[in-house]
């Protein structure tokens, strides 16, 4: 079942632009021609039905929603189209294997990066490994020196690398 | 008393207030040597922050990147000795240690206990560091009186040396940080904000208002350029994710010249190196159509584009606007061309195109202004030859992702103005048109006081504000903001996107957007060249962002003041990774679309009969 049309009760144009005027002048004719208290005991249903839609219209708002629905019902589609994608422009896929291709881009990084200072910086994380290691072999705080140390390199080192491409 | 028992019973006083002074830093002393794992770190910590200028936060976050490492360590612990066992690891380590002291033995025992020792030693450095910074700053430390002023210097000198060599590092300011943010540069030192060792603006900032202040060679431009790199980049990539428009940038750089071609040059590698498609320099490269503007805005635009004087001239400016209005808003549609609207600046073709019988009033006017359009047709033919063929089609904004119009501010300012204010025109149209796709857009206006004489920045920033555009404009000065004082603190008021101050020689009305803060000043009795131990201590009140330390920045330095709080940073030059695939550039010029047929005026409603016989029948006498 389709709605009444609230632009058809007021005898109006099907129009989403109309203003606050003609809709309010539209609705007190026929309210005047119409009320019940009329000496001629007026037109009860058309006057409800003119009351319902200048409720309908009364806003700018209420009018383009009014406007929308009819147009829908019209099937001409929605009533805004949807914008059209720009070829070349779809939103890239993210693969689930990115951080693996993250992972393919180090050397690459490195490559464009400050690589000496990485180096160093790395022989001095991979010595004081060595020497910990040597030290207290086997001891609960050998591994978490290690991943201190690892930490350390991996945090101050970041610096060193070429930004990915996306970056 | 005797003054002899008076002296003895003051020595006695001294010498106990000593000797309780003595027997806490033996303590202190004591319990150093004791936890001497803990004490060198710390040691080292405290001596790092202090030569590199670090805040005590910096040695907080450190501590707590540490903390993996303990945690680790317990999970060892648990594992090899279970339950109650595993707590007394530690103290038989450090007992150990005091058996061996050798270098090997107390290697040995420093490595047993790092993963507690490097937290503590690290959260314990931050604490004395920041009691320093408090002392000294509150003039409750230091030998001399001028060590508050001392100590700042010499931090200032290290912060900055920090920022620099972090700036410097390859990836550690990129163009786009973690979260959609704009890494700006290394944090040299913050105030009122939280410190982060690289100062990044969320991308939304950009979108909003921004100001930057900057004397000529301060680096304004390397800072203008990473934003801009920044924010594109940002916007590109959450418009790829669906969560955005696409960007479109248009920067106006108003002082043109050779150096207006090689930051369009800078501007176009780095944004290409972002993922922009077509980055059109105009108008050396590209062209904008004017006339692709609704007649309304195309009418207000053409009128405003011509100096129409006051008091008696009123009346010719007024002749004028008729003029335009009935040359563009004819019934046959507006012009598409230069030449066509000055073809229509014609008697004769106005009272054709207004004479169909239906605009009796508008075809009255235009024989009304009959006498006076060979004039106006005469200004507006100089002006648009002036303005040059960019202006003339064909071409769209958002036919690119970003455009940059070099306008020549300093050699035709009367051209640029003009010009300025029709591509502003044309910004604001595309950014309000609903028949096109919708964009992010960033109206960059660089030094636009060279051209502000037509429309004041304000007009351009408030403007910007309602059409839900970010505005970022940059002045040589704080009098180069605005023509009064009501001017330009509308303008560095409302820029909520925040302001950068450069290096400029009257920063005083732009610090003191970041107001004051509260500060202790203690005041000490001198004893001869020394300190004595009595004074006072009162509350007062500083800049936030102190002008003379701005007025002493060097190249690349600036000062971002925002929500009533500073960070001083060292802008580090944009460069694209050296590992973005450059996409290969677009033609240069723009496409050429299909051409458009001027209309021709409506035709004559009573045209002249061909003969008699159409009037009065073949039959007529």
Same mark, same amino acid.
């Given at each position: 079942?389709?709605?009444?049309?609230?632009? $058809?009760?007021l005898?109006?144009?099907?129009?989403?632009?109309?203003?606050?005027?003609?809709?309010?002048?539209?609705?007190?004719?026929?309210?005047?021609?119409?009320?019940p208290?009329r000496?001629?005991g007026?037109?009860?249903?058309? =006057?409800?039905?003119?009351?319902?839609? =200048?409720?309908?219209?009364?806003?700018?708002?209420?009018?383009?929603?009014?406007?929308?629905?009819?147009?829908? $019902?019209?099937?001409?589609?929605?009533?805004?189209?949807?914008?059209?994608?720009?070829?070349?422009?779809?939103?890239?896929?993210v693969?689930?294997?990115?951080l693996?291709?993250?992972?393919?881009?180090?050397?690459?990084?490195?490559r464009?990066?400050?690589?000496?200072?990485?180096?160093?910086?790395?022989l001095?994380?991979?010595?004081?490994?060595?020497? !910990?290691? $040597?030290?207290?072999?086997?001891?609960?705080?050998?591994?978490?020196? !290690?991943?201190?140390?690892?930490?350390?390199? !991996?945090?101050?080192?970041?610096?060193d690398?070429?930004?990915?491409?996306?970056? | 008393m005797?003054?002899?028992?008076?002296?003895?019973?003051?020595?006695?006083?001294? /010498?106990?207030?000593?000797?309780?002074?003595?027997a806490?830093?033996?303590?202190?002393?004591?319990?150093?040597?004791?936890?001497?794992?803990?004490?060198?770190?710390?040691?080292?910590?405290?001596?790092?922050?202090?030569?590199?200028?670090?805040?005590?936060a910096?040695?907080?976050?450190?501590?707590?990147?540490?903390?993996?490492?303990? #945690?680790?360590?317990?999970?060892?612990?648990?594992?090899?000795?279970?339950?109650?066992?595993a707590?007394?690891?530690?103290?038989?380590?450090?007992?150990?240690?005091?058996?061996?002291?050798?270098?090997?033995?107390?290697?040995?025992?420093?490595?047993?206990?790092?993963?507690?020792?490097?937290?503590?030693?690290?959260?314990?450095?931050?604490?004395i560091?920041?009691?320093?910074?408090?002392? *000294?700053?509150?003039?409750?430390? +230091?030998?001399?009186?001028?060590?508050?002023?001392?100590?700042?210097?010499?931090?200032w000198?290290?912060?900055?040396?920090?920022?620099?060599?972090?700036? #410097?590092a390859?990836?550690?300011?990129?163009?786009?940080?973690?979260?959609?943010?704009?890494?700006?540069g290394?944090?040299? @030192?913050? *105030?009122?904000? @939280?410190?982060?060792?690289?100062?990044?603006?969320?991308?939304?900032?950009c979108?909003?208002?921004?100001?930057?202040?900057?004397?000529?060679?301060?680096?304004?431009?390397?800072?203008?350029?990473?934003?801009?790199?920044?924010?594109?980049?940002?916007?590109?990539?959450?418009?790829?994710?669906?969560r955005?428009?696409?960007?479109?940038?248009v920067?106006?750089d108003?002082?043109?010249?050779?150096?207006?071609?090689?930051?369009?040059?800078?501007?176009?590698r780095?944004?290409?190196?972002?993922?922009?498609?077509?980055?059109?320099?105009?108008?050396?490269?590209?062209?904008?159509?004017?006339w692709?503007?609704?007649?309304?805005?195309?009418?207000?635009?053409l009128?405003?584009?011509?100096?129409?004087?006051?008091?008696?001239?009123?009346?010719?400016?007024?002749v /004028?606007?008729?003029?335009?209005s009935?040359?563009?808003?004819?019934?046959?549609?507006?012009?598409?061309?230069?030449?066509?609207?000055?073809?229509?600046?014609?008697?004769?073709?106005?009272?054709? #195109?207004?004479g169909?019988?239906?605009?009796?009033?508008?075809?009255?006017?235009?024989?009304?202004?009959?006498?006076?359009?060979?004039?106006?047709?005469?200004?507006?033919?100089?002006? &648009?030859?002036?303005l040059? %063929?960019?202006?003339?089609?064909?071409?769209?904004?958002?036919?690119?992702?970003?455009?940059?119009? *070099?306008?020549?501010g300093?050699?035709?300012?009367?051209?640029?103005?003009?010009?300025?204010m029709?591509?502003?025109? &044309?910004?604001?149209?595309?950014?309000?048109s609903?028949?096109?796709?919708?964009?992010?857009?960033?109206?960059?206006?660089?030094?636009?006081?060279?051209?502000?004489?037509?429309? %004041?920045?304000?007009?351009?920033?408030?403007? +910007?504000?309602?059409?839900?555009?970010?505005?970022?404009v940059?002045?040589?000065?704080?009098?180069?903001?605005?023509?009064?004082?009501?001017?330009?603190?509308r303008?560095?008021?409302?820029?909520?996107?925040?302001?950068?101050?450069?290096?400029?020689?009257?920063?005083?009305?732009?610090?003191?957007?970041?107001?004051?803060?509260?500060?202790?000043?203690?005041?000490?009795?001198?004893?001869?060249?020394?300190?004595?131990?009595? +004074?006072?201590?009162?509350?007062q009140?500083?800049?936030?962002?102190?002008?003379?330390?701005?007025?002493?920045?060097?190249?690349?330095?600036?000062?971002? *003041?925002?929500?009533g709080?500073?960070?001083?940073?060292?802008?580090?030059?944009?460069?694209?990774?050296?590992?973005? /695939?450059?996409?290969?550039?677009a033609?240069p010029?723009? %496409?050429? %679309?299909?051409?458009?047929?001027e209309?021709?005026?409506?035709?004559?409603?009573?045209?002249?009969?061909?003969?008699?016989?159409?009037?009065?029948?073949?039959?007529?006498?």
């Amino acid at each position: 079942m389709t709605a009444p049309n609230p632009f $058809q009760a007021l005898g109006l144009p099907e129009r989403p632009d109309l203003t606050d005027e003609q809709v309010r002048a539209a609705w007190r004719n026929i309210a005047a021609a119409t009320h019940p208290d009329r000496p001629d005991g007026g037109d009860l249903a058309r =006057y409800t039905g003119a009351s319902a839609a =200048y409720a309908e219209l009364r806003t700018p708002w209420g009018r383009s929603e009014a406007y929308a629905d009819l147009a829908d $019902q019209a099937g001409d589609g929605p009533a805004t189209t949807p914008i059209p994608v720009i070829p070349g422009d779809e939103p890239p896929l993210v693969p689930p294997w990115q951080l693996l291709l993250a992972l393919t881009r180090v050397p690459a990084r490195i490559r464009s990066g400050r690589p000496l200072r990485l180096a160093i910086r790395g022989l001095i994380a991979a010595a004081l490994s060595l020497v !910990v290691l $040597q030290l207290i072999p086997g001891t609960p705080a050998a591994p978490a020196d !290690v991943l201190g140390l690892i930490l350390w390199f !991996v945090l101050t080192g970041r610096k060193d690398l070429a930004p990915p491409p996306e970056r | 008393m005797s003054v002899w028992a008076w002296l003895k019973f003051v020595t006695f006083l001294w /010498l106990l207030r000593k000797g309780f002074r003595l027997a806490r830093w033996l303590m202190v002393a004591a319990a150093a040597v004791a936890a001497w794992p803990v004490t060198v770190v710390a040691g080292t910590g405290y001596a790092a922050a202090w030569l590199r200028g670090w805040p005590p936060a910096r040695l907080y976050r450190t501590a707590a990147w540490s903390l993996p490492a303990t #945690a680790a360590w317990l999970v060892a612990l648990e594992a090899t000795d279970p339950g109650f066992l595993a707590t007394r690891e530690p103290g038989r380590a450090w007992g150990m240690g005091w058996d061996q002291l050798t270098l090997a033995g107390l290697a040995r025992t420093f490595a047993l206990l790092a993963p507690v020792a490097v937290p503590a030693g690290l959260a314990l450095a931050g604490l004395i560091w920041a009691w320093r910074i408090y002392a *000294i700053t509150t003039g409750l430390g +230091g030998i001399r009186a001028s060590a508050p002023i001392a100590f700042d210097r010499r931090q200032w000198r290290r912060q900055i040396r920090t920022a620099k060599g972090l700036a #410097a590092a390859p990836g550690a300011v990129p163009l786009l940080g973690r979260g959609g943010q704009i890494p700006v540069g290394g944090t040299i @030192r913050a *105030i009122g904000h @939280r410190w982060h060792p690289v100062l990044a603006l969320p991308a939304a900032a950009c979108a909003r208002h921004m100001v930057i202040v900057g004397a000529t060679g301060s680096g304004k431009t390397n800072l203008m350029i990473r934003l801009w790199a920044g924010w594109f980049t940002a916007t590109l990539q959450a418009a790829r994710t669906g969560r955005g428009d696409r960007p479109l940038l248009v920067v106006l750089d108003c002082k043109g010249g050779r150096d207006a071609r090689r930051k369009a040059d800078r501007t176009r590698r780095l944004l290409y190196g972002a993922g922009a498609r077509r980055v059109a320099v105009w108008p050396d490269e590209a062209r904008l159509c004017l006339w692709d503007l609704p007649p309304d805005e195309l009418t207000v635009l053409l009128y405003q584009m011509i100096d129409s004087g006051t008091g008696a001239a009123a009346y010719y400016a007024d002749v /004028l606007q008729a003029v335009i209005s009935l040359a563009v808003l004819a019934p046959c549609g507006p012009p598409l061309s230069t030449q066509a609207f000055l073809d229509r600046l014609n008697a004769r073709w106005l009272q054709k #195109a207004w004479g169909d019988g239906r605009h009796v009033a508008e075809a009255e006017h235009a024989r009304a202004a009959a006498r006076h359009l060979p004039d106006i047709q005469l200004r507006y033919a100089t002006l &648009l030859r002036r303005l040059g %063929p960019a202006l003339d089609g064909p071409g769209t904004l958002a036919e690119a992702d970003a455009w940059y119009c *070099i306008l020549e501010g300093t050699r035709e300012r009367s051209v640029a103005e003009a010009q300025a204010m029709a591509l502003t025109e &044309l910004a604001a149209h595309t950014a309000t048109s609903l028949d096109g796709e919708p964009r992010a857009m960033l109206l960059a206006a660089d030094d636009y006081s060279a051209v502000s004489g037509r429309v %004041p920045l304000s007009n351009l920033y408030e403007r +910007g504000r309602s059409l839900g555009i970010g505005v970022q404009v940059s002045a040589q000065s704080w009098q180069g903001l605005g023509a009064t004082e009501d001017e330009r603190y509308r303008i560095a008021a409302t820029a909520d996107g925040g302001v950068f101050v450069l290096h400029t020689p009257h920063p005083e009305p732009l610090t003191a957007l970041a107001g004051k803060r509260r500060v202790l000043e203690t005041a000490h009795r001198l004893i001869g060249g020394a300190w004595g131990d009595e +004074g006072t201590t009162r509350e007062q009140r500083a800049w936030t962002a102190d002008p003379d330390l701005i007025r002493r920045l060097a190249v690349g330095q600036a000062c971002y *003041i925002h929500r009533g709080a500073a960070t001083f940073v060292q802008v580090a030059r944009p460069k694209p990774s050296p590992l973005s /695939l450059l996409p290969p550039p677009a033609p240069p010029i723009a %496409p050429v %679309p299909e051409p458009r047929n001027e209309p021709a005026p409506a035709p004559d409603p009573w045209p002249p009969p061909a003969s008699l016989d159409d009037i009065f029948g073949p039959e007529a006498p």
